[in-house]
């Protein structure tokens, strides 16, 4: 009687945890749109839109814009531009359409 009490519980148990092993191993179908909104175009330096000029200029003044990317998918983050300050740390920062500062990476060279 315990060994077929214990099988019981077994399979139970594998029923509630085989849809979570799933997803942990990315196979759900979020994580496919994550990665597709999150994608981001490189623009040049020069074709910047005048409102990420002005933050730039104002936030994070005396600092060399390396790159600029683009995200025509996303809703909130639109702009990811790498920043080298003077003494060799790199900024990545997240703007949004409207030249406000999303989120925030630094990290030395």
Do not use: W
């Not at 945890?17 to 623009?43: C, H, R």
């Not at 600092?63 to 996303?74: A, L, T």
């Amino acid at each position: 009687m315990k060994k077929i009490v214990f099988g019981v519980i077994i399979a139970l148990c594998g029923l509630f945890v085989s849809p979570n092993a799933g997803a942990q191993m990315g196979m759900t179908d979020d994580t496919k749109e994550t990665l597709i909104q999150d994608k981001f175009y490189p623009v040049e330096v020069t074709d910047m839109p005048q409102v990420l000029r002005d933050a730039i200029n104002i936030s994070y003044e005396g600092y060399m814009v390396k790159s600029v990317e683009v995200s025509n998918n996303s809703t909130f983050v639109k702009y990811k531009v790498v920043l080298v300050s003077r003494n060799g740390k790199i900024y990545k920062v997240y703007f949004d359409d409207r030249g406000h500062v999303v989120k925030e990476h630094a990290y030395f060279e």
